[in-house]
């Protein structure tokens, strides 16, 4: 489901973005609406990432074998 909004931009900005559309072929309701688009995407993927991190972190790690001792790290 779509909906409209309202943006109050500077002129300049307008201009700006409306050349920038025109060279990529495409309105500026659509450039704004696939920039938009990425920063949710780009929000989505930190927030899934940073659970998964948390996750990793509550697990702890297994690096194989327990610790060595003095002794054994000191044999000549």
Do not use: C
């Amino acid at each position: 489901m779509k909906q409209n909004i309202t943006l109050s931009l500077d002129k300049q900005v307008l201009t700006e973005l409306k050349v920038i559309a025109a060279r990529r072929s495409t309105s500026v309701s659509r450039l704004l609406t696939e920039e938009l688009e990425h920063i949710v995407e780009r929000s989505d993927r930190y927030e899934r990432s940073r659970r998964e991190a948390l996750a990793a972190l509550d697990r702890g790690y297994r690096f194989g074998g327990g610790r060595p001792d003095r002794d054994a790290l000191h044999e000549r």
